[in-house]
C-alpha cells in the first residue's frame, strides 16, 4: 500500500497501519536503549496514553494521517513503514545477527552516554565548589589587604 495522498484510507489499511505503529514504537530501541512506553510516546505527542491507546487499537478513535507522520519523527522511521504490509517471517540468521549486534552496540553507546553524564555532573560539581572557593579565596584576600592598609 503505498502512503496515501487523500488521506482517507479503507478501515483495513488504518487498521494495519495502526498495528504497525505499536509494533513499531514496542520494538524500536530509542530510550536508553529501550523501546518507548505508550505513556512516554504520550508525553512526547503532547497527547495522554489512554487516547493513544485508542488510536492504536483503534477503538473509538478516528485515523489521523498527522499523527502517524509525528510517529515516524519521534521514533525516526521511515513514513512507508507504518504503510507497508508486513509479512510476519522469522528473520534469517544474517538479519537476526544484525539485530543482535546493533541492540549490543545500541547498549553499549547506552552506557558510554551515562557514564559520560556522571562524569559530566562531577565536573560540574568541581568546578561549582572551585568557583566558590575562589570567592572565598577573593574576599579573604580583600580583607587582608584592608587590615594591612590599616597598619600603615
Do not use: C, W
Not at 90 to 102: C, G, M, Q, T, V
Not at 133 to 151: C, D, F, G, H, S
Amino acid at each position: 500500500m503505498a502512503i496515501p495522498q487523500k488521506r482517507i484510507i479503507s478501515k483495513a489499511d488504518a487498521l494495519m497501519v495502526r498495528s504497525n505503529m505499536r509494533r513499531i514504537r514496542e520494538t524500536t530501541l530509542i530510550d536508553n536503549g529501550k523501546p518507548l512506553s505508550i505513556r512516554k510516546m504520550a508525553e512526547i505527542l503532547g497527547t495522554n496514553s489512554a487516547n493513544l491507546s485508542r488510536f492504536e487499537t483503534g477503538t473509538t478513535s478516528p485515523f489521523r494521517h498527522e499523527l502517524v507522520m509525528e510517529y515516524a519523527e519521534v521514533l525516526g522511521i521511515p513514513l512507508h513503514f507504518f504503510y507497508h504490509r508486513h509479512t510476519r517471517r522469522k528473520p534469517n540468521r544474517l538479519e537476526a545477527d544484525l539485530l543482535d549486534i546493533s541492540n549490543k552496540r545500541i547498549q553499549e553507546l547506552a552506557q558510554s552516554l551515562k557514564k559520560a553524564q556522571g562524569a559530566l555532573r562531577k565536573t560540574q560539581r568541581i568546578v561549582e565548589v572551585q568557583t566558590i572557593l575562589l570567592k572565598e579565596q577573593a574576599k579573604t584576600l580583600k580583607t587582608i589587604q584592608r587590615v594591612t592598609l590599616r597598619e600603615l
